[in-house]
């Protein structure tokens, strides 16, 4: 069936950098814009980046740009997520999602997320 | 940036209940608005997109409606699985965004 599995996340000061991975089973990975939401404990819900099928197409949330790279291995099935310069504001539960085919700015598809934090 | 703003936070209602929640945008977002849901401890669900289209799967007591800057989420008749914290998101422009959010809890 449908899943992606994200991990990765952890406890990390202030100013360190982490690398989120998600893996993607049961669809055709490369066909798909792929995407990281997060939401802070007890928060609601911020659209962070998504990427396109091949990876030519990007967009990142202001708050993260610069500081986040989004990337995908469509031979591994795999989103990735590369977190530098990080903040508290960060400390989130990141969940990696896949569109709904068509609509590369809607989330179908989640993962069961990831929790970072970072705190000295 | 388009702002999202939902009514009421919290949504107290017993089974069987009708329930609408309302979402407000900043400025025009056209029909690009989805709902999603979200129980404890979960991923959000998709409900409807193009704020009238029931996802896949989704039982036929959602529905949505709207244009523009005002939007509503209803439940014809509230079940138990559907205690859940609800979120509508317009993909008109970016920043994509979210509302903060309504919880529905048992009266």
């Known amino acids: 069936q449908v899943q992606l599995v994200e991990s990765g996340g952890g406890l990390v000061k202030p100013g360190g950098s982490l690398r989120l991975s998600c893996v993607a089973s049961g669809f055709t990975f490369s066909d798909y814009f792929m995407a990281w939401i997060r939401q802070a404990p007890g928060k609601g819900l911020e659209w962070v980046s998504y990427?396109?099928?091949?990876?030519?197409?990007?967009f990142y949330a202001e708050s993260v740009k610069g500081r986040f790279t989004i990337s995908r291995d469509n031979a591994r099935n795999s989103l990735f997520l590369h977190m530098d310069s990080l903040r508290a504001e960060d400390t989130a539960v990141y969940f990696c999602?896949?569109?709904?085919?068509?609509?590369?700015?809607?989330?179908?598809?989640w993962g069961q997320g990831t929790l970072v934090t970072v705190s000295s | 940036d388009f702002q999202m703003t939902q009514s009421p936070s919290t949504l107290s209602a017993s089974v069987g209940d009708r329930v609408t929640i309302t979402c407000r945008a900043s400025?025009?977002?056209?029909?690009?608005v989805a709902w999603y849901q979200q129980r404890p401890g979960k991923a959000p669900k998709l409900l409807i997109y193009?704020?009238?289209t029931l996802a896949s799967g989704v039982p036929s007591r959602f529905s949505g409606g709207g244009l523009h800057t005002e939007f509503t989420l209803t439940i014809s008749s509230l079940q138990p699985d559907d205690f859940a914290t609800y979120y509508c998101?317009?993909?008109?422009?970016?920043?994509?965004?979210f509302g903060q959010g309504t919880k529905v809890e048992i009266k």
């Open positions: 193009e704020a009238s």
């Open positions: 998101q317009q993909y008109n422009g970016f920043p994509l965004s």
């Open positions: 400025r025009s977002v056209g029909i690009w």
């Open positions: 999602a896949r569109e709904l085919l068509g609509h590369r700015k809607l989330a179908q598809v």
């Open positions: 990427i396109s099928g091949t990876g030519d197409t990007i």
